[in-house]
């Protein structure tokens, strides 16, 4: 069998299109196997022209098309588009078309989640549906009527407002939606089935009242409380912050457990996977909540960052994606700790996002082209996306910012943008020149930020030199001088903060830096100083700076920044990783056998006053407490044998856990919490006992002293009221190899088996563990009763967490975790293509591993390759990585 090339669409090659649709009237009968859809469209050509109309549509059969009642049979029909020619220059177009929803595995259109029926559209699901122009640049009003079995199926929901509703003799029911925003397709929703249902109210800032519901599954009703607070506070968070208030007179959330993504912004109807609804004590950690109310409040900013205001075409994703990233980052940050949401949010972009940038499928945050729409749902789009969203708010000011934010959703409300239109309003409401700036929107990789500095005590100038630098990429090889806002404080050695003062004015800690290089000159500093560079982590950069660890312990206890702090000791952590990494490949190279991994005393002693520092919040003691995991700590190096560094990653923690045994039983005592409530103090103290009790596995584990009722872990395990200590238990047990870490997991499978949501942890946690028998375990997992290729959720905790969170198995030297992997995407290619290509990620970002290693993935990526029926998700990231 011939494979079909996939066609590469340009971002420059945008048309808009030949026909607009003004309305939709769909009337959906709804059967497991048969749901017939009838699509009434009114269609006007746009402009004068003889071109056909050409609708998009896949795995439909086509029953019928009629052009203002007539009934026609003269149209062009392939695989994925119906072709009508010669057509008046408005019309009624009615197309009847029928549809498998129980068969979509791939679950995009209209599919089944268990006995309900659900839609996913984004980005191209709704041509699934019926025949349509299913581009984002296509706005109509919906009206949307369901028919289905009403034992079943009694609650049938849609977009908009419900206006009508009746009984059939049949046993079936219908309702009537009608959505009065014009919105493109992939904001469509239906969903069919029985729930039961949280209902409450919310009042707007101008008094309207707003009906808020939230659908889960029977039985779950007890979990959907925070799910609603969130929704509450979102809504309220957006009036205040932004002014933005809701506009319709309903707002639905759906929870399903069969879900490609986290969830869905449809127009007043979101459906999400019930991951991010679904909480309490006894089934969720506090991560979940912490994720519920994120992605509640993620969603719902769409309503007017997405929704209103939509993308003129794909290419523009960003302009969504990484504008309500941010949003919901501030919200986060308002309702929590600024500081640790910064830190786990820049955790994620120097881990995935930074290795996303030097890998083949590198990528603006606008990308210039596609094959596969769906692979461009990257964390370039919305983790670095956010990042330029909050470079451009460093460098206009909150006041300005918001100025824009309301012109441009009052300039193109109804309408479908683009990224310079954005750009532009930000411009005009600040007064400031961003042609520069909007660079970051055009050119991929990770900027280098190399900075040297010079002081001369004779006229007391401290002398910064920056030179920025951009690597080039797959498509990019030549890259601009960016527009990076780079934070700045300067510290005497004593650790006091000196005033910053350029060309005699004192000036603020952002420092523009436009072109390849810069000299800053500052005045009247009495001694060299040690600068905080990069405060808050001011733009998605990666710095070179010599840092001496003295340096950077001064930083790490002394920083006004809380960021800075723990950047210094995330900085102290690579110094000893790099040194010892070094060490370790020249000694093996010696064959020396093994050696031990020292660790440098400014990294013991900041750990140390960390620990003992009463007034620094337990939340962030957690986070510089915790060491990068492995991933992250790749990018520290152009090629390393991540053996030798599993090495040092494991004997650094074995060694700050032995060292510092007593401090960490200190805090582990110091922040037991009695009762369970989800407020930040409570969060900040179990974070860090945890983490605590991970470091006390360990040196327990390695002393031999870990024996059955007795171990801490076991001990917590036993008495935790809540699934932030049950499951912090089980993974300081697991990953330091204690006895007693079987015992928890089977009492843990006995006890949950039942939850899906929940057994995913225990999926996880097996995935993720330490030992030469991680092969046969994920074999066994997958044979596991509850476990199937055809659920989202457990394919991520399965498969996903081996291959993302257990780095030394999963690049085994004899190549079996590959397999493993390659085996799974070969059965996901046909079923859930989408899935499988955010699977494949980690074996095409390889150029970091060694040689023998790259050439072990290039003969599976070319094993992949030769499939015959590969999908387009899979076969653009695998033709660039072998490229």
């Given at each position: 069998m011939t494979q079909i090339t996939p066609k590469v669409q340009?971002?420059?090659?945008?048309?808009?299109?030949?026909?607009?649709?003004?309305?939709?009237?769909?009337?959906?009968?709804?059967?497991?196997?048969?749901?017939?859809?009838?699509?009434?469209?009114?269609?006007?050509?746009?402009?004068?022209?003889?071109?056909?109309?050409?609708?998009?549509?896949?795995?439909?059969?086509?029953?019928q098309v009629a052009v203002n009642g007539i009934n026609i049979g003269q149209y062009q029909q392939t695989e994925r588009s119906l072709v009508l020619s010669q057509l008046p220059q408005e019309f009624v177009l009615t197309i009847k078309t029928q549809l498998d929803p129980a068969a979509n595995t791939a679950l995009e259109g209209l599919y089944k989640s268990g006995s309900a029926f659900c839609t996913q559209c984004e980005a191209q699901g709704f041509r699934r549906i019926t025949y349509y122009l299913d581009r984002p640049d296509v706005l109509a009003r919906f009206s949307t009527r369901i028919t289905a079995d009403a034992a079943t199926c009694p609650y049938?929901?849609?977009?908009?407002?419900?206006?009508?509703?009746?009984?059939?003799?049949?046993?079936?029911?219908?309702?009537?939606?009608?959505?009065?925003?014009?919105?493109?397709?992939?904001?469509?929703?239906?969903?069919?089935?029985?729930?039961?249902?949280?209902?409450?109210?919310?009042?707007?800032?101008?008094?309207?009242?707003?009906?808020?519901?939230?659908?889960?599954?029977?039985?779950?009703?007890?979990?959907?409380?925070?799910?609603?607070?969130?929704?509450?506070?979102?809504?309220?968070?957006?009036?205040?912050?932004?002014?933005?208030?809701?506009?319709?007179?309903?707002?639905?959330?759906?929870?399903?457990?069969?879900?490609?993504?986290?969830a869905m912004e449809n127009k007043g109807l979101n459906v999400f996977n019930s991951k991010f609804v679904l909480a309490d004590a006894n089934t969720a950690t506090d991560a979940d909540y912490l994720d519920v109310e994120r992605v509640i409040g993620h969603e719902y900013f769409h309503n007017w960052t997405g929704n209103r205001v939509t993308c003129r075409d794909w290419f523009q994703l960003s302009l969504k994606e990484g504008l309500t990233v941010f949003r919901d980052q501030e919200f986060s940050s308002d309702l929590g700790s600024r500081t640790?949401?910064?830190?786990?949010?820049?955790?994620?972009?120097?881990?995935?996002?930074?290795?996303?940038?030097?890998?083949?499928?590198?990528?603006?945050?606008?990308?210039?082209?596609?094959?596969?729409?769906?692979?461009?749902?990257?964390?370039?789009?919305?983790?670095?996306?956010?990042?330029?969203?909050?470079?451009?708010?460093?460098?206009?000011?909150?006041?300005?910012?918001?100025?824009?934010?309301?012109?441009?959703?009052?300039?193109?409300?109804?309408?479908?943008?683009?990224?310079?239109?954005?750009?532009?309003?930000?411009?005009?409401?600040?007064?400031?020149?961003?042609?520069?700036?909007?660079?970051?929107?055009?050119?991929?990789?990770?900027?280098?930020l190399t900075v040297r500095d010079e002081y001369d005590a004779a006229t007391q100038h401290y002398i910064l030199i920056v030179r920025q630098h951009t690597?080039?990429?797959?498509?990019?090889?030549?890259?601009?001088?960016?527009?990076?806002?780079?934070?700045?404080?300067?510290?005497?050695?004593?650790?006091?903060?000196?005033?910053?003062?350029?060309?005699?004015?004192?000036?603020?800690?952002?420092?523009?830096?436009?072109?390849?290089?810069?000299?800053?000159?500052?005045?009247?500093?009495?001694?060299?100083?040690?600068?905080?560079?990069?405060?808050?982590?001011?733009?998605?950069?990666?710095l070179d700076y010599p840092y001496t660890n003295a340096q950077l312990s001064l930083l790490a206890k002394h920083s006004i920044d809380e960021f800075v702090r723990w950047d210094a000791v995330q900085m102290l952590i690579n110094n000893a990783v790099r040194d010892n990494v070094a060490r370790l490949q020249s000694l093996q190279t010696q064959q020396q056998g093994e050696h031990v991994v020292p660790v440098p005393q400014a990294l013991l002693d900041v750990f140390s006053a960390t620990l003992e520092e009463e007034s620094l919040d337990s939340a962030l003691k957690a986070e510089m407490l915790t060491l990068p995991d492995i991933g992250s700590l790749l990018e520290l190096f152009e090629q390393v044998d991540i053996d030798i560094l599993g090495q040092v990653h494991?004997?650094?923690?074995?060694?700050?856990?032995?060292?510092?045994?007593?401090?960490?039983?200190?805090?582990?005592?110091?922040?037991?919490?009695?009762?369970?409530?989800?407020?930040?103090?409570?969060?900040?103290?179990?974070?860090?006992?945890?983490?605590?009790?991970?470091?006390?596995?360990?040196?327990?584990?390695?002393?031999g002293t870990h024996a059955g009722k007795n171990g801490l872990a076991q001990q917590q395990y036993q008495h935790a009221n809540n699934m932030t200590d049950t499951l912090g238990a089980m993974k300081a047990a697991v990953r330091a190899s204690l006895v007693e870490a079987g015992v928890m997991l089977a009492d843990f499978e006995q006890k949950w088996q039942h939850d899906g949501l929940v057994l995913d942890n225990w999926f996880r946690l097996q995935a993720t563990a330490p030992g030469d028998d991680v092969l046969a375990r994920i074999g066994q997992l997958m044979e596991h009763p509850t476990f199937s290729l055809n659920n989202p959720n457990r394919v991520r905790a399965v498969i996903g967490a081996f291959i993302n969170g257990n780095p030394l198995a999963f690049h085994r030297i004899d190549g079996s975790g590959y397999d493993v992997l390659v085996s799974v995407l070969m059965a996901l290619n046909k079923s859930n293509p989408q899935i499988a290509s955010r699977l494949i990620t980690p074996l095409i970002q390889f150029a970091r591993l060694d040689d023998t290693r790259q050439n072990l993935i290039k003969t599976r990526l070319a094993q992949l390759m030769a499939m015959p029926d590969l999908s387009g998700d899979l076969y653009e990231k695998i033709v660039k990585a072998l490229a």
């Open positions: 340009y971002r420059d090659d945008y048309q808009a299109p030949h026909y607009w649709i003004d309305t939709l009237d769909l009337d959906i009968q709804l059967h497991d196997n048969a749901t017939q859809v009838v699509a009434i469209s009114r269609v006007r050509r746009n402009g004068e022209h003889d071109e056909p109309l050409v609708l998009d549509g896949e795995q439909l059969t086509l029953l049938l929901l849609s977009n908009g407002n419900k206006v009508d509703a009746g009984t059939l003799d049949d046993g079936r029911h219908w309702v009537q939606w009608q959505d009065p925003f014009p919105k493109p397709a992939y904001l469509f929703a239906v969903v069919a089935g029985d729930f039961d249902v949280l209902r409450d109210h919310y009042t707007t800032v101008s008094g309207r009242n707003v009906a808020l519901e939230i659908f889960v599954d029977k039985g779950n009703l007890h979990r959907a409380d925070h799910a609603m607070d969130s929704l509450k506070a979102s809504m309220a968070w957006d009036e205040q912050r932004c002014h933005l208030e809701y506009d319709l007179d309903i707002y639905m959330i759906v929870a399903v457990d069969f879900f490609n993504m986290g640790v949401n910064r830190i786990q949010n820049v955790r994620i972009l120097r881990g995935p996002q930074f290795a996303e940038d030097a890998g083949p499928m590198a990528h603006p945050i606008r990308p210039d082209a596609v094959i596969e729409m769906n692979n461009f749902y990257t964390l370039t789009v919305y983790e670095k996306g956010a990042e330029v969203i909050r470079m451009l708010h460093t460098l206009v000011g909150e006041a300005a910012f918001q100025r824009g934010l309301t012109l441009y959703l009052q300039r193109f409300d109804g309408q479908a943008a683009t990224c310079d239109d954005f750009l532009s309003t930000m411009s005009e409401a600040s007064g400031r020149d961003l042609t520069r700036f909007a660079r970051w929107y055009s050119q991929s990789g990770t900027p280098v690597p080039p990429t797959l498509e990019q090889t030549q890259k601009l001088p960016l527009h990076i806002p780079l934070s700045v404080a300067l510290y005497t050695e004593q650790g006091e903060p000196l005033t910053l003062i350029l060309r005699g004015e004192n000036v603020s800690p952002v420092l523009d830096v436009i072109e390849a290089e810069h000299e800053f000159i500052f005045e009247n500093v009495p001694t060299r100083p040690v600068p905080a560079l990069l405060q808050g982590f001011s733009a998605p950069v990666k494991a004997q650094l923690q074995l060694a700050l856990a032995q060292t510092l045994a007593p401090l960490w039983r200190q805090a582990y005592e110091q922040n037991i919490t009695p009762d369970y409530r989800i407020e930040h103090q409570d969060i900040a103290k179990r974070a860090l006992k945890n983490v605590a009790l991970s470091y006390l596995a360990l040196a327990d584990a390695d002393a």
